[in-house]
């Protein structure tokens, strides 16, 4: 039995490396294209920075009574803080007049508005509920909103001060 060899046609070995150079080249410009596409869109995008800035100072939670919450406007603008939650609850309006050098303090929202280095006290006593009824040790947290969309997060413990 003879075997017949039959002549091949391939790509040439040069064309070949050519050809994989080229697709290589392509993919490359592909990735650079998604990767610069997807970076310039994180990095771009962030839009303007918030320049209210809370702080708290101290507190002293009296269980079963109250909750006392100094805080200091430590950013580079004035603050007002027109939202404060306990716990995930809304305060309605706060059971004392805020006290600190802020100015226009009041029961409702708007609370106040502090200029830089200002302070805020606030006392909550039964609005939200769950104020007084926490029990001593446990932690909870209170938030404040700003007018201009700043949020500032505090925990505190039931039956101590900080």
Same mark, same amino acid.
């Given at each position: 039995?003879?075997?017949?060899?039959?002549?091949?046609?391939?790509?040439?070995?040069?064309?070949?490396?050519?050809?994989?150079?080229?697709?290589?080249?392509?993919?490359?410009?592909?990735?650079?294209?998604?990767?610069?596409?997807?970076?310039?869109?994180?990095?771009?995008?962030?839009?303007?920075?918030?320049?209210?800035?809370?702080?708290?100072?101290?507190?002293?939670?009296?269980?079963?009574?109250?909750?006392?919450?100094?805080?200091?406007?430590?950013?580079?603008?004035?603050?007002?803080?027109?939202?404060?939650?306990?716990?995930?609850?809304?305060?309605?309006?706060?059971?004392?007049?805020?006290?600190?050098?802020?100015?226009?303090?009041?029961?409702?929202?708007?609370?106040?508005?502090?200029?830089?280095?200002?302070?805020?006290?606030?006392?909550?006593?039964?609005?939200?509920? #769950?104020? &007084?009824?926490?029990?001593? #040790?446990?932690?909870?947290?209170?938030?404040?909103? &700003?007018?201009?969309?700043?949020?500032?997060?505090?925990?505190?413990?039931?039956?101590?001060?900080?």
């Amino acid at each position: 039995m003879i075997m017949k060899m039959t002549a091949r046609k391939a790509v040439d070995p040069i064309i070949a490396t050519l050809l994989l150079i080229a697709i290589a080249v392509a993919a490359g410009i592909i990735v650079y294209v998604y990767v610069n596409s997807l970076a310039g869109g994180l990095t771009s995008g962030g839009g303007q920075q918030v320049s209210d800035q809370l702080q708290l100072d101290a507190y002293n939670y009296i269980q079963g009574t109250s909750l006392t919450a100094t805080v200091r406007d430590v950013g580079s603008g004035s603050v007002t803080v027109s939202s404060i939650f306990f716990d995930g609850n809304v305060a309605g309006a706060i059971s004392a007049t805020p006290t600190g050098s802020c100015s226009s303090p009041s029961l409702n929202s708007p609370y106040a508005t502090c200029a830089p280095g200002q302070t805020l006290t606030i006392v909550l006593t039964s609005s939200p509920a #769950g104020v &007084t009824s926490a029990a001593s #040790g446990t932690s909870h947290t209170v938030k404040i909103l &700003t007018a201009t969309g700043g949020i500032a997060t505090f925990t505190v413990i039931a039956g101590r001060t900080g």
